[in-house]
């Protein structure tokens, strides 16, 4: 039965290699160009400059060029990325949807189950397979991402829990492709037709993908608070630098809110050493920055739960789609 399955699917493995070395060819040049020039330009110690509570005038001027040419060099390399959001449904869609739905489409299947392969035997290597295959998969496309994103996302002073860089690396897209690879299976078991199994299989990926993203991700972890002074620059010693700012904002010294998605500082002339700071006077004595956010230290623990979340209900509907095979006519 392995030999079978292996000799029905040797044409997908083969051009999910061609793929992988296509991909390795495209990403370890330009990543080691990427950190080759965040090494020259010394951008691991611009940031440490400019995430300072109050950074020297002269050197964020260097270091805010610094970044500058490395961002006018380099920013299109995230359009590059973009693509690799994709992956795990692509591989729903070829490689999960038609496991069961072409076999049963075609009769073949009904030949299997006639040579002492029972249905159960015969699902299981089958889904097996495919899953081994998708996990190598995602790890090597999950991980090497995170290595190529390293110095886009640190001369960006973007944080990793950005929707498009969170999504693309570390152990998440592993969650997403078994996520993916099993409602494809499970769609044509239930829907035992190319078109209807694949339709099924993008409308619940991309569905599912977005409720969690906006709604439950901000929540995996209760979020933290930070208040900042308005005096001086918007941070704090070492910087705040990664963490995912979920709200933002001016409270008065009283706590409430006046104004929302903005934050003030004073500085130079305008400070308190050059007269009244402008937003003190608008806002009140004793007003303060507010921020609403997960810490940048938490990504890694973000990913782990977002892919166990994606892994139990590949899980669940690998055992949905096992007891629906009894059903397959």
Same mark, same amino acid.
């Given at each position: 039965?392995?030999?079978?399955?292996?000799?029905?699917?040797?044409?997908?493995?083969?051009? *999910?290699?061609?793929?992988?070395?296509?991909?390795?060819?495209?990403m370890i040049p330009t990543g080691l160009m990427m950190r080759a020039s965040y090494a020259d330009k010394g951008l691991?110690?611009?940031?440490?400059?400019?995430?300072?509570?109050?950074?020297?005038?002269?050197?964020?001027?260097?270091?805010?060029?610094?970044?500058?040419?490395?961002?006018?060099?380099?920013?299109?390399?995230?359009?590059?990325?973009?693509?690799?959001?994709?992956?795990?449904?692509?591989?729903?869609?070829?490689?999960?949807?038609?496991?069961?739905?072409?076999?049963?489409?075609?009769?073949?299947?009904?030949?299997?189950?006639?040579?002492?392969?029972?249905?159960?035997?015969?699902?299981?290597?089958?889904?097996?397979?495919?899953?081994?295959?998708?996990v190598i998969v995602a790890v090597v496309y999950g991980l090497g991402m995170s290595w190529w994103a390293t110095p886009?996302?640190?001369?960006?002073?973007?944080?990793?829990?950005?929707?498009?860089?969170?999504?693309?690396?570390?152990?998440?897209?592993?969650?997403?492709?078994?996520?993916?690879?099993?409602?494809?299976?499970?769609?044509?078991?239930?829907?035992?037709?190319?078109?209807?199994?694949?339709?099924?299989?993008?409308?619940?990926?991309?569905?599912?993908?977005?409720?969690? *993203?906006?709604?439950?991700?901000?929540?995996?972890?209760?979020?933290? *608070?930070? *208040?900042?002074?308005?005096?001086?620059?918007?941070?704090?010693?070492?910087?705040?630098l990664g963490d995912w700012i979920l709200e933002k904002g001016i409270r008065n010294a009283g706590g409430r809110m006046?104004?929302?998605?903005?934050?003030?500082?004073?500085?130079?002339?305008?400070?308190?050493?050059?007269?009244?700071?402008?937003?003190?006077?608008?806002?009140?004595?004793?007003?303060?920055?507010?921020?609403?956010?997960?810490?940048?230290?938490?990504?890694?623990?973000?990913?782990?739960?977002?892919?166990?979340?994606?892994?139990?209900?590949?899980?669940?509907?690998?055992?949905?789609?096992?007891?629906?095979?009894?059903?397959?006519?």
């Amino acid at each position: 039965m392995i030999w079978l399955t292996w000799r029905q699917h040797r044409r997908q493995a083969l051009f *999910t290699l061609v793929g992988l070395v296509a991909l390795a060819a495209l990403m370890i040049p330009t990543g080691l160009m990427m950190r080759a020039s965040y090494a020259d330009k010394g951008l691991a110690e611009c940031l440490r400059v400019l995430n300072a509570a109050q950074p020297d005038p002269e050197r964020a001027r260097l270091c805010n060029r610094a970044l500058n040419q490395f961002a006018d060099r380099f920013d299109s390399m995230s359009l590059i990325g973009v693509l690799f959001l994709v992956l795990p449904l692509i591989v729903g869609l070829f490689w999960g949807a038609p496991l069961v739905a072409r076999e049963v489409e075609q009769g073949t299947h009904r030949f299997a189950w006639t040579q002492g392969v029972g249905r159960r035997q015969w699902a299981l290597v089958k889904f097996g397979f495919v899953a081994v295959v998708a996990v190598i998969v995602a790890v090597v496309y999950g991980l090497g991402m995170s290595w190529w994103a390293t110095p886009l996302t640190g001369a960006a002073q973007q944080s990793r829990f950005d929707v498009i860089f969170f999504d693309m690396q570390g152990i998440a897209p592993i969650g997403y492709t078994l996520f993916a690879i099993a409602l494809g299976v499970c769609a044509g078991v239930h829907w035992p037709r190319m078109m209807p199994a694949m339709a099924v299989t993008l409308g619940g990926f991309v569905g599912l993908r977005i409720l969690l *993203t906006v709604v439950a991700r901000p929540h995996y972890l209760p979020p933290e *608070t930070r *208040t900042i002074p308005i005096q001086g620059t918007i941070g704090e010693p070492g910087g705040a630098l990664g963490d995912w700012i979920l709200e933002k904002g001016i409270r008065n010294a009283g706590g409430r809110m006046v104004l929302s998605d903005a934050q003030a500082a004073c500085s130079g002339a305008a400070g308190p050493a050059g007269g009244k700071c402008p937003p003190i006077v608008e806002f009140g004595e004793g007003a303060y920055n507010w921020q609403l956010y997960q810490p940048a230290d938490r990504f890694w623990l973000f990913q782990g739960i977002e892919s166990g979340i994606f892994v139990a209900l590949a899980a669940v509907l690998l055992y949905l789609a096992l007891r629906g095979i009894r059903r397959v006519a």
